[in-house]
């Protein structure tokens, strides 16, 4: 019997005492972590108004997923001075469908230029269909271009 | 004195499917019960519902990329499964990793081994009937710990963090202060997890006597972790054949006498407790800094032609990595022992002859993780 | 004498008119009542479990019953195709007829009523007992296996537990010796009658949690392993319809609870502080008894339904006779009323005790052997790191 009532006066302690630990998402979004790994975004260059990647390849070979298509050009800002970069991307397609966001893609980066979302909008990327989830170069570069985004760990 | 007219009454057992889709949290897994009135007479497991051929496509990873595959074989303790995979490369490359590493990585191990015993509180209160509240004081408590986790290593779940050679990168610098906060939430979620399920009589009814196995028999059937331990044979591994520095660690091994299913509910509890004392003392023996790879890793991992059996106390027993390399720097051959699968095969044996009530109870206290099963 | 105190609220002349107005309003408030019991159900659990209930449908989740009621309304309504027609259909109504028409005997107030039945008890229970041949058919025409088991479950668990329902309220009978439920209100007076009877009382909760069919002894609605048992079958407005009749048994047995046992509207006030008081009483004493089941339905798991049975036979009549026995001894030797009080006591703390002695097997709590491991604690190389490292 005593089993019982101990049962019953922790679930009246729990209703009494403690508050409940609902967050009422989406009026409040809860904090994430600076090194939290939502999806991988490319990182504009203020300096030199180009993105960081030069479409090496690298972290295409090294996704364990296949999940990256990568086509590099010559670098037009090159040829007139304004960079150093030889070649930049042409075009880029992430699947978000297939990313396992293990970060080694971050990891190989020569030039640093790919890095984890750390945002929410990294998280809050819901679409109807799964082809709307192949993101291309353009998509990718956004958050970075408004500034919204810092990248939390580079490895 | 039996009439004539009940001779000819012919009574059939009724098959019962138990289907793949369960209310319970078990995941994708069917049993078909043959009942006889209230008794279960036969019971057919049926697995392979997800198998997804993990072992063949860690054929085709390399060592870095193969540890998110290992994180989600094991979806509930995927830092016991990360540890076994890097340590079978480790042993085979014959690398020494860095002290400060294997304190974050056991400290890391025994916070996950927390994660997951709140797991099987919470699902296994709801498989005994309660409501819902077992799972909702359990999970404020897991929830405190993902924080962590994804402060240090970036996910909620699917970790990545651990690597061969060491760790990916170092904790974050208030990583001790948080590890002791999140003890204290744990240590209270223990507490109220204890108080509202061990001794409330009902419960015990339900759980004792229920699916017991002796010793011979559990280790007949190659069970291992807390079901084993339950049967009150002491083996645990990280006090047998301890690897990683469990060896510098005090702590006990909860052994339980009758090995029903109450015993195996009352050994998880206890393991949560002696898992907090052990991330204590390892939070304490911790050095303050220190590389967390190991010096002199080669950039791309060959591991030379040769095969290891890499085993760790997992949450859920045994949890194995048997890795065949021909050189090179993927695997040749990688087989995942897993606990879970093994653990399973005693259900038969345990559910027939109970009632069909209890059947529920003995699965929810195997605490299998069906992606292990069936990989 | 009852029917001189009984002059109805509502003044028509036609007594049948009356009564159809009074049950008009009984249905549409304890309709509305029963819709709302999910609602503060959802919330009060809730609390208990760490989270908050519906919030987002109205204030404070107000609306959340009727966004149910209409979500429910436009299901589609399934019938399997080998059911048995009579058996699937009528089914429904057989469990939700009898739970209202135990209302046209209750009491609100002194003046509020339908009909004032001179045996208003024995007609409750036997209404309220009516419902099993409803989970009978339920599990027998929904030509499914897990509503078979369940509806042989049900059966058996809503027989068993008349039985010490019914015996506990004897007691109470056998102590006012009135079986109206109006004069057992008004010979409460003074003292409640729990206060004579708590063994009775113990009795009563326990087996009204069985009889409305809530957790610990869900056994025909949760579980059938955790799939619905008799209702599974059902959809839409007819699963509705088992919810709300689960609701109302359990308004019907909170009420009756606080009216023989808890002292209705007449204690401690009376009769002479007005209808709207006696309204606040009811409520309020009713309002406990829900409270109390919705409390142990967050923090129990299921009884076995072997357990359950062993549960009633073993331990709930026997002690039931115990309180007849000990009335009957009070009664008949005429012995003062504090006896009654002192025995019943001691008949209660012996039940308690006793309670789970039957039903638990194996013993005490369990002690596990620890096999301790003794760690070889830092190497002095760590050590030397880790005292550099702070003095650094």
Known sequence: MLGILKSMATTARVALTRKPVTIQYPEVHRNIANRDRAFPILIWDEEHDEPFCTGCHACERACPVECMTVVMKDNPKHATGESKRRKIIDEFWIDYGRCMRCNICVEVCNFEAIGMNNTWAGHELSRYDRSELVMDLDMLLSQSKQGKVEPGLRA | ?375 | MTMLLAAPAIDIDQPFLNAILALIAITLVMTVAVMYATWYERKIVARMQYRLGPTRTGPFGLLQPIADTFKLLTKEDLRPATADFVAFEVAVFAIFVPAFLAFVAVPFTANWFVSALPLSLIYLLAVSGLSFIGFLMAGWGSDSKYALLGGMRAAAQLISYEIPLILAVIGVVMVTGSADVYTIILWQDKVPLIVWQPLGFLIFLIASVAEVERPPFDIPTGESEVAGGVFIEYSGIRWSMFQLTSYVNMYVFALLGAFIFLGGWEWPFGTDWGWGWQLVLTTAKMALFVVFYLWIRASMPRMRVDQLMSYAWKVLIPFALVQIFLNGLVIVYDLPDIALLVTSGIATAVFCWLAYAVVRRGGRRRELQMVPVRGSGRPAAVLAQATEGSTA
């Open chain 2, 1 to 375: 004195m039996v009439l004539e007219q009940d001779r000819l009454i012919e009574t059939i057992d009724m098959p019962i499917n138990m289907g793949p889709q369960h209310p319970s949290t078990h995941g994708v897994f069917r049993m078909v019960l043959l009942i006889s009135g209230e008794k279960v007479v036969d019971v057919v497991p049926h697995i392979g519902y997800m198998h997804r051929g993990g072992e063949k496509l860690m054929e085709a990873m390399d060592y870095r990329q193969g540890i998110g595959y290992a994180d989600r074989t094991e979806y509930l303790a995927q830092f016991s499964a990360e540890l076994c995979y890097v340590s079978a490369v480790e042993r085979l490359m014959e690398i020494q990793v860095p002290e400060r590493a294997e304190y974050i990585r056991v400290i890391l191990t025994e916070l996950n081994r927390l994660t997951s015993h709140f797991m099987f509180m919470g699902a296994f209160g709801i498989d005994a009937g309660l409501f819902g509240t077992s799972f909702t004081y359990a999970f404020p408590q897991r929830e405190y710990i993902q924080e962590l986790f994804e402060e240090v290593s970036g996910d909620r779940l699917m970790y990545a963090y651990f690597r061969v050679g060491g760790l990916a990168w170092d904790v974050t610098d208030n990583f001790v202060e948080r590890c002791h906060e999140v003890l204290k939430h744990s240590q209270e979620g223990i507490r109220d997890i204890d108080d509202l399920m061990t001794t409330n009589e009902i419960f015990m009814a339900r759980c004792q006597g229920i699916g017991a196995f002796t010793a011979e028999q559990a280790i007949a059937y190659g069970l291992s972790g807390p079901m084993l331990r339950a049967s009150g044979v002491p083996f645990d591994l990280r006090k047998d054949e301890p690897y990683s520095i469990y060896d510098r660690f005090s702590f006990e091994v909860p052994v339980g006498n009758y090995g029903d299913v109450y015993d195996r509910y009352l050994v998880r509890l206890e393991e949560m407790r002696q898992s907090v004392s052990i991330v204590e003392q390892a939070l304490e023996q911790m050095p303050k800094d220190g590389p967390v790879v190991a010096e002199k890793l080669p950039r791309r991992l060959r591991t030379p032609p040769a095969e290891v059996y890499a085993k760790v106390e997992a949450p859920r027993g045994e949890w194995g990595v048997y890795l065949v390399s021909k050189g090179g720097d993927k695997p040749y051959r990688l087989k995942m022992r897993s606990p879970s699968f093994c653990n399973l095969s005693g259900l038969r044996e345990m559910t027939v002859g109970q009632f069909l009530a209890d059947a529920v109870v003995i699965l929810g206290s195997m605490d299998i993780v069906l992606c292990d099963v069936d990989r």
